[in-house]
């Protein structure tokens, strides 16, 4: 199967500071790229989603930069909260119309 | 929003029996589903393409004979994993595309734990 990445690394932020997650992807014919939060044991949540006609992209606390001249995506937190902690997955929509997730983040908020 | 249901949530089963994950869109049609497959602390691994009346696609190295897919109407998709072994203990995750949508977006299901022992 499709997938990229072994182990999860890790990131551990203070509350209340920004937290920038980092993913790289490999298709660069890849239209849509999408960022999901997972918590342990639960199915990946949507948080936010960039097509590649656009760098960025913001939503309510979260921004998604995207550069496609070296396929990198980035998922900024404002203000992170506890609730924040979780693993953050990148994903990129395929020309073949799969979703294939990248590496995975795990964050930790400390309090 | 959309809702995915898997079904059961977790399953623990005997070696060499078989067993079968259902993923339901509970108000919306998929033609087209995937299931993944993810170990701990690890990435979300894309096993096959469901597809509504015609058969799975199955990523390289994915046993076919393995991981049985029925995809047999716009709502249910069911995957069995014939003859478990202890090594397919694992959290299986699927996801529905909705047809009616012009952007195709995806909704996932909660994911189901299987344990063989």
């Known amino acids: 199967g499709e997938s990229v990445g072994l182990h999860l690394p890790t990131l551990s932020v203070q509350e209340g500071d920004n937290s920038i997650i980092n993913c790289a992807y490999s298709n660069s014919a890849s239209d849509y790229f999408i960022w999901y939060k997972q918590e342990s044991g639960k199915g990946p949540q949507f948080i936010i989603d960039i097509r590649s006609n656009m760098d960025k992209r913001q939503g309510q606390r979260v921004t998604v930069l995207l550069n496609k001249t070296v396929k990198h995506l980035s998922l900024q937190i404002a203000a992170t909260q506890p609730g924040d902690s979780a693993v953050y997955f990148c994903a990129e929509n395929s020309p073949r119309g799969k979703l294939i997730f990248g590496q995975g983040t795990e964050l930790s908020v400390k309090p | 929003g959309a809702v995915v249901s898997q079904h059961p949530s977790w399953v623990i089963c005997k070696s060499g029996t078989s067993v079968k994950i259902e993923c339901r869109s509970l108000?919306?049609?998929?033609?087209?589903m995937f299931w993944y497959r993810q170990f701990p602390k690890q990435s979300l691994m894309l096993m096959a393409t469901?597809?509504?009346?015609?058969?799975?696609?199955?990523e390289q190295g994915v046993e076919k004979d393995k991981f049985l897919i029925n995809h047999a109407s716009l709502t249910l998709s069911t995957l069995t994993v014939t003859s478990a072994h202890p090594e397919d203990s694992s959290f299986y995750i699927c996801?529905?595309?909705?047809?009616?949508?012009?952007?195709?977006?995806?909704?996932f299901g909660e994911g189901s734990r299987l344990t063989v022992l």
């Open positions: 469901s597809n509504e009346g015609s058969k799975a696609t199955y």
């Open positions: 996801s529905a595309r909705d047809s009616g949508s012009n952007t195709g977006e995806l909704f």
């Open positions: 108000d919306f049609q998929a033609t087209t």
